[in-house]
């Protein structure tokens, strides 16, 4: 499998199942430089849970890898608002994609597990968190989070 994505200001190659340098070389060959190609055959080795590298995957438009940091503490806790969090990246991963109805559905899923959130998880302010998802919805682009 090799998935691409388009971002602001990168392209993000996904590999499964495949070489992954030549699937750098592919893309490399039909758009330029890849700036970071992942091999997600075991995707739970891929995250640590840490809110910080999360917001700073988030913050650099690399939803896929964002989600991924925080998926295994959601799967051992369980946590509605770490899977709010999931379902808030994995909405920008399909705006990525060129699916915004997929974005549109998401992201509605996550402002709503996100509802009974504490007001912080970690650095993120939880209620500013729900107001900039909210307004990505109307205007399909993403944003950053502010991490003090």
Same mark, same amino acid.
């Given at each position: 499998?090799?998935?691409?994505?388009?971002?602001?200001?990168?392209?993000?190659?996904?590999?499964?199942?495949?070489?992954?340098?030549?699937?750098?070389?592919?893309?490399? !060959?039909?758009?330029?430089?890849?700036?970071?190609?992942?091999?997600?055959?075991?995707?739970?080795?891929?995250?640590?849970?840490?809110?910080?590298?999360?917001?700073?995957?988030?913050?650099? !438009?690399?939803?896929?890898?964002?989600?991924?940091?925080?998926?295994?503490?959601?799967?051992?806790?369980?946590?509605?608002?770490?899977?709010?969090?999931?379902?808030?990246?994995?909405?920008?991963? $399909?705006?990525?994609?060129?699916?915004?109805? $997929?974005?549109?559905?998401?992201?509605?899923?996550?402002?709503?597990?996100? !509802?009974?959130?504490? !007001?912080?998880?970690?650095?993120?302010?939880?209620? $500013?968190?729900?107001?900039?998802?909210?307004?990505?919805?109307?205007? $399909?682009?993403?944003?950053?989070?502010?991490?003090?």
């Amino acid at each position: 499998m090799l998935n691409v994505r388009v971002a602001s200001r990168h392209l993000e190659i996904l590999v499964r199942g495949i070489d992954v340098e030549d699937a750098r070389r592919r893309v490399e !060959e039909a758009v330029g430089r890849v700036y970071a190609a992942i091999d997600v055959t075991n995707e739970d080795a891929l995250g640590s849970g840490d809110i910080g590298r999360f917001v700073a995957l988030f913050n650099s !438009e690399r939803f896929w890898e964002a989600h991924a940091e925080i998926e295994p503490a959601w799967r051992r806790s369980g946590d509605r608002s770490l899977q709010g969090l999931i379902l808030m990246s994995a909405a920008f991963v $399909k705006l990525q994609e060129g699916a915004p109805d $997929k974005f549109v559905l998401l992201a509605g899923e996550a402002l709503r597990l996100l !509802e009974d959130a504490p !007001e912080r998880i970690g650095c993120i302010d939880i209620p $500013k968190l729900r107001e900039q998802l909210a307004r990505s919805l109307v205007s $399909k682009s993403p944003f950053s989070i502010a991490c003090p």
